[in-house]
Structure formats: C-alpha cells, structure tokens
C-alpha cells in the first residue's frame, strides 16, 4: 500500500520538472536582464560618440581665415610676371621694378630653401618663390646680431630663405611670388601676416615643388 506521506512518482516527476522550468526562467530572466544592459550601453555609447562625431564636424568645419581676404598695409604686388628659365643674370630693378626681387625669369636651378648668412643670388632665390617660398632679407647694419637671430626663428621651417642684403630699402623686406612688404623691423607683425597669405600660396605659378635638392646658396646655416 503506498505511504501517504511520500509523493507519488508522478509528483516527484511534476516536482523535477518545475525544477527545471523554474531553473530555465530564472536563466532567461538573467539574459533579458543582460540583454538590456547591453542595450543600453550601446545606446549610450552610441550617443557619445555620435555627439563626438557631431563636434568633430562642427569643429572640422570651423572656417579658416580665406588668404584672399587677409589684408597687409603697405603690400605691393607686381600682377602676372613672366617665369623664363635663364641664364646670366637678370635686372630685376630695370625690368620688373623690384629690390630685391619678387618673381619674374630666373635661373634653372632654385636655391634651397633655409637660412643664409650671405648673400644670395636672385636668380636662384626668384625659383624659390616660383615653388611658393617666401623669401626674408633683411640690411645686416640696420639689425643687431639678436634681431637677426629673431628674424631666423620667425621664419617657417620649410619653403622660406632668409638672407642678408646690404642696401634694401627698409631693415626687413619680406617677398614671395609678385608680392612684397618693407617691414620696419623683427617685430613687425605684418611679417606673420604676409607669411599666413603667401607661403606656399596657390598665387605662386607652382606651389608645392621642390624647395630642397638643388643649389645650396654660400654661408648657408640651416
């Protein structure tokens, strides 16, 4: 006679198997609960990194100052200039009323771009300015030896040429293709201006070739 006080096979079956189901919801609700964690993270990463993409274009897309509408008091252009490769020398004064000169037929070879402590000759420098250069010289009795190492550390790293040239008609005249300022000196800030307009500027006829890889100039330091 089977003993009341015992479940029935059929209870002890009905027991394992809530077991498991109850075991198998509790595993499930974990997932779901997982799940949306998940989600959520995503969402929120999703969020943060759309607002970072969001001002990254905002930034991005900030307008730089256009080099066509940076003005220069005292800016003298010299319009289109002729760009014959030649040999000899050229009288820049006579035929294009520049000293020193700023574009016009020159020499084959371009003068490597960098710091001089002679005179260069404008032949070589005008191809420089031809690439984009820019071009700095300045009169070596109208500046002190720590106005010269100024003037050197203004200067951008590539694509310019800083010189002397005894003579010019201020202390510092600054020149790239068919553009030119007479700077009063070092401090001018019209220096840092005409470089932001001018240095490797698409006014040049080819901005961008080589300011390296041909003629180094005499008493060349850097």
């Known amino acids: 006679m ?3 006080t015992k479940p029935t096979i059929k209870q002890q079956r009905d027991a ?10 509790k ?45 220069i008091e005292g800016l003298k252009t ?3 200039l002729t760009a014959v490769h030649v040999e000899g020398t050229v009288d820049y004064k ?18 490597n771009c960098g710091v001089y402590d002679q005179l260069q000759q404008n032949e070589h ?5 031809e690439h984009g250069a820019v071009w700095i010289t ?7 030896e720590a106005e010269v190492a100024t003037l050197r550390s ?33 401090d001018d800030p019209r220096l840092e201006t005409f470089i932001q307009k001018y240095w490797k500027a698409a006014t040049a006829p080819e901005p961008g070739a080589a300011c390296t890889g041909a003629l180094d100039g005499p008493g060349k330091i850097s």
């Open 154 to 186: 203004e200067a951008p790293s590539t694509y310019s040429i800083v010189s002397p040239d005894p003579g010019l008609p201020a202390p510092v005249v600054i020149s790239a293709w068919s553009a030119q300022v007479q700077l009063d000196g070092v």
């Open 2 to 4: 089977p003993d009341p």
């Open 125 to 129: 420098a005008v191809h420089a300015l």
């Open 94 to 111: 006579a035929d294009y009323d520049m000293d020193p000169p700023a574009g016009g037929n020159h020499n084959a070879v371009w003068l």
């Open 27 to 71: 595993q499930m609700a974990t997932q779901k609960r997982n799940q949306r964690i998940g989600i959520g993270a995503a969402i929120t990463g999703g969020v943060l990194v759309l607002a970072l993409v969001i001002g990254f274009v905002i930034v991005g897309s900030t307008p730089k100052a256009n080099p066509s509408d940076i003005t």
């Open 16 to 25: 394992r198997r809530a077991e498991k189901v109850a075991a198998m919801q």
């Open 78 to 80: 010299f319009g289109t």
């Open 138 to 144: 300045y009169d070596p009795d109208a500046l002190s």
